[in-house]
């Protein structure tokens, strides 16, 4: 799958690509969006700024390659992103929260993803963690970084609603390189740099591979003369319907209007409380499309 470039952060947007959702595919696991930026020159981009802005029925998972990112939220959680380093924010029933690269980052470069919650737990409390895993060398020239789930011996101590994996995985020039992976899971191969191919498929710097469940082992081979990065997502089928629309995951129009309207109709609603220290307005909610929004399942 090919991105598509998309503006995100409203008035001062940077430009993203975005491989996941698409018509062809929606969801992997209960990963329902990925971003890919960079490298940007700040100084020409201005980086990210992302004002204050809501959450509903979703994880956001942060993992940057260059530069560092100042995140705020309503839970009073002050904290950076930083290369190497997973943040995961859980809004549950609501939070809101800022990015902002900071002053110190001269290039900008890395991934916003996106893990929808599984009905029972979708209006959970609002929760933060942070890990910075190792690396783990892996058998044929590359490394891993495990954020989330297990893999290569390694697992995160980051806790997900459903079962789940995230790694950055870097190969050596021409290295092969076979994974244990779960047969109950569906895969996607993110490509940052260089060329791989995974699972027999060749994929260029921004293509999303995909894996259908059913497999034990996946191949990774680095068919270029220079270091590849890429990041690789697993988890079980997601069976249920959702309804995503800007930053809100519900199971409705009903649940989406009603989150709609506590972000607007105050500026610290009980739902989604407020973000302190960010020196500017938080962003409104676009207006709702005309027809009611449907809710919509995994591609199969």
């Given amino acids: 799958m090919s991105p598509r470039d998309v503006p995100l952060g409203g008035p001062r947007a940077m430009t993203v690509r975005r491989t996941l959702p698409q018509r062809s595919r929606t969801l992997i696991g209960a990963w329902c969006f990925v971003d890919h930026y960079g490298p940007d020159d ?3 981009t201005g980086g990210m700024d992302v004002a204050p802005h809501p959450h509903t029925g979703l994880q ?45 980052t001269t290039t900008l470069h890395g991934v916003q993803l996106w893990v929808v919650l599984p009905e029972e737990h979708r209006h959970t409390g609002r929760d933060f963690h942070h890990h910075a895993p190792a690396p783990v060398a892996l058998d044929g020239g590359g490394e891993a970084r495990v954020f989330l789930g297990s893999l290569a011996g390694d697992t995160s101590p980051v806790p997900t609603f459903t079962p789940l994996l995230g790694a950055e995985l870097t190969l050596r020039p021409h290295a092969a390189v076979t994974l ?5 899971f569906e895969h996607g191969l993110l490509v940052d740099r260089g060329e791989v191919r995974f699972a027999g498929t060749p994929l260029h710097p921004a293509d999303l591979g995909y894996l259908a469940p059913g497999t034990t082992t996946v191949t990774l081979s680095n068919t270029g003369d220079t270091d590849a990065r890429a990041v690789l997502l697993g988890g079980t089928p997601f069976e249920e319907e959702i309804v995503m629309w800007w930053n809100f995951i519900g199971r409705s129009n009903d649940d989406i209007t009603r989150a709609r309207e506590e972000w607007m109709s105050s500026e ?33």
């Fill in 42 to 44: 700040v100084a020409d």
């Fill in 268 to 300: 610290n609603s009980d739902r989604f409380g407020a973000v302190e220290g960010y020196p500017g307005a938080r962003l409104p909610a676009p207006e709702l499309p005309g027809i009611p929004l449907k809710p919509r399942g995994r591609t199969r």
């Fill in 180 to 184: 244990a992976v779960d047969p109950a």
């Fill in 60 to 104: 956001t998972v942060s993992w940057l390659f260059t530069g560092e990112i100042e995140h705020r939220d309503s839970l009073g959680i002050h904290a950076y992103v930083r290369p190497g380093e997973v943040n995961l924010m859980t809004s549950g029933h609501g939070i809101a929260h800022s990015e902002v690269s900071t002053p110190a």
